[in-house]
């Protein structure tokens, strides 16, 4: 056996391993596909927050009829909507293209790494639910986005052990756009579309071109 042979042994040896430990299968047309529910949810949260604004200045127009707009629960709750309907969109484009990549490659899409990956990203996502739900029964909606942000990026970097390293550094973007937008609270909304959005595209292409893509005959 030469060395060439050797090292091509080698390298199956250390695949097979990281197949062991690391659930290889995250797709990344699943990021792409979460990154545009996000911008779509982002759209239409943003024309509600417009029509609310657009309404409160209206009352204060004497020559306009009166019409109340809706309170801050009713534009919370809507958001909280939105946001629910966004995160079933990302998961089941996520879980569908993830499913669709281990059947190609033969795997299982719900073995021993697979789990760790999710218990080891819910913790920090439980964790960040249950703070935001606590910002909003106090009032103070405008951290939710920051926290959202931070939270989530924390569960990636928690998550990033057992599967993909890349998703790690998406998880370090993730928590600085969080920080970022905690010093720009009006913008909340503009920071959360580019960190779930813009990043989940832009991560999302390009693990597809790193891992799936088929080289040019």
């Not at 998406?170 to 579309?193: D, H, M, P, Q, T």
């Amino acid at each position: 056996m030469n060395e060439q042979q050797h090292l091509d042994s080698l390298h199956d040896i250390k695949r097979i391993m990281e197949r062991s430990t690391r659930f290889m299968s995250l797709s990344g047309l699943g990021g792409v596909g979460a990154g545009v529910s996000a911008l779509i949810g982002a759209f239409f949260a943003w024309k509600l927050i417009f029509q609310q604004n657009f309404a409160n200045s209206m009352r204060w127009d004497r020559s306009a009829p009166y019409d109340p707009a809706p309170d801050d629960s009713l534009l919370t709750l809507q958001l909280l909507l939105i946001a629910l309907a966004v995160l079933v969109a990302a998961l089941g484009t996520g879980f569908y293209f993830t499913w669709r990549k281990a059947q190609a490659q033969g795997l299982s899409v719900w073995d021993a790494s697979a789990r760790k990956v999710i218990f080891n990203l819910a913790i920090p996502l439980f964790a960040g639910g249950f703070f935001i739900l606590g910002l909003l029964y106090n009032g103070y909606a405008g951290l939710a986005a920051p926290a959202c942000l931070v939270f989530y990026g924390l569960g990636l970097v928690n998550a990033s052990k057992y599967t993909v390293t890349d998703i790690r550094y998406l998880g370090y973007i993730e928590v600085l756009i969080g920080v970022i937008a905690l010093f720009n609270l009006y913008n909340g909304l503009f920071f959360w579309a580019l960190g779930f959005g813009v990043m989940h595209i832009f991560y999302g292409a390009l693990m597809w071109w790193k891992y799936e893509r088929k080289p040019a005959a």
